[in-house]
């Protein structure tokens, strides 16, 4: 139970949100919907709403995906540590 719950609080770092925040404006600056994301990545709509509202948490490789989508380095979603 404890370790469930380390999961969940993960998310709401600094550090996460700052990783979900530059998720949507890079779709945004790619002048994407939610839509064409998820079928450019073969996913459904509500995948890239999950990974965009953190429900979902990104492992890298859907990070790199979506990096190579928005012609962003992997680095732009990461803060400065």
Do not use: N, W
């Not at 609080?9 to 002048?31: D, M, N, P, V």
């Not at 709403?49 to 928005?70: M, Q, S, V």
């Amino acid at each position: 139970m404890e370790h469930a719950r380390q999961r969940r609080s993960a998310i709401h770092t600094r550090e996460y949100q700052f990783l979900l925040k530059q998720l949507r404006q890079a779709r945004s600056e790619a002048g994407l919907t939610q839509v064409q994301v998820a079928k450019a990545l073969g996913h459904r709509q509500s995948y890239v709403t999950k990974c965009e509202l953190g429900e979902r948490r990104l492992d890298p490789i859907d990070l790199l995906r979506f990096a190579r989508l928005y012609k962003k380095p992997v680095a732009y979603f990461l803060p400065k540590m």
